[in-house]
């Protein structure tokens, strides 16, 4: 099976600087990364560099010997899904410690959004992600998203329980990320395997994205374009289109 790869990124219409970061890396490691940073001034920026770099670090290690797991091996799940969980936990880390260090890094923090083709020759995808980045598959001409976000937005219309006073943030409750990596000393990351089929088309995606355009847009981009580059620029342009508030950052993956 061919597998087909782009990614942009764009710091959008309104934003002086662009705190996203990604990564397209077709060698081995097969990993795909999207990274929206958080935190005043640069402090963003630093976050989501530190998390990329972090992630393939730890997963191009593997090949050179058994590496530890971050925080042991569970074997319910397999071992990709624990490699990929030991990376981002291992990028929260040290995110975590180094706002400790700087006054202008503190509070910085990023979300995840990143994919692994393990093993070439197995058509299964790994996926992993903190925060509110994206993941859709694309698959018979419809649109799934294969995360669920984690913000506060979300988490309060499933649990009505949920012990968090928002009642006064109004609209701009779906900016409030209820996890994210770097922000707390300890996080947890959600990951599931995908076999991948013919024809398949994934979309890694920043906010900047889904905020400014539907689901149905980006159905109708990803399933009329072939070439995952010019797929990423009209998703980028779309967004841009309307409005483009925020940084706006995209992979896309092609399976032939």
Known sequence: MKILTAGLTHKGLVRKTNQDCFLVCDQSPSLYIVADGIGGNLAGEVASRMAVDIIKDHISSVRSGDQPYMNGFDRSLSESRNRLTSAIQLANHIIYLASKEKTAWKGMGTTVAAAWLSKRNEPN???????????????????????????????????????VSTHALGPQIK??????????????????????????????????????????????????????????????????????????????????
């Not at 598959?137 to 294969?146: A, D, E, G, M, Y």
């Open 125 to 163: 995808l790994t996926i992993g992600h903190v925060g509110d980045s994206r993941i859709f598959l694309i698959r018979n001409n419809t649109i799934r998203q294969l995360t669920k976000d984690h913000s506060i937005r979300v988490e309060r219309r499933q649990n009505d329980f949920l012990q």
């Open 175 to 256: 900016n409030y990320l209820s996890r994210a990596v770097g922000t707390d000393k300890n996080v947890c990351v959600d990951t599931r395997e995908i076999k991948i089929l013919p024809q398949d088309r994934f979309l890694l995606a920043s906010d900047g994205l889904t905020n400014m355009i539907s689901d149905e847009v980006i159905l109708k981009i990803l399933c009329s374009e072939n070439n995952p580059e010019s797929a990423s620029q009209h998703l980028i342009d779309a967004a841009k289109k309307n409005g483009g508030r925020d940084n706006i950052t995209v992979i896309v993956i092609h399976s032939k």
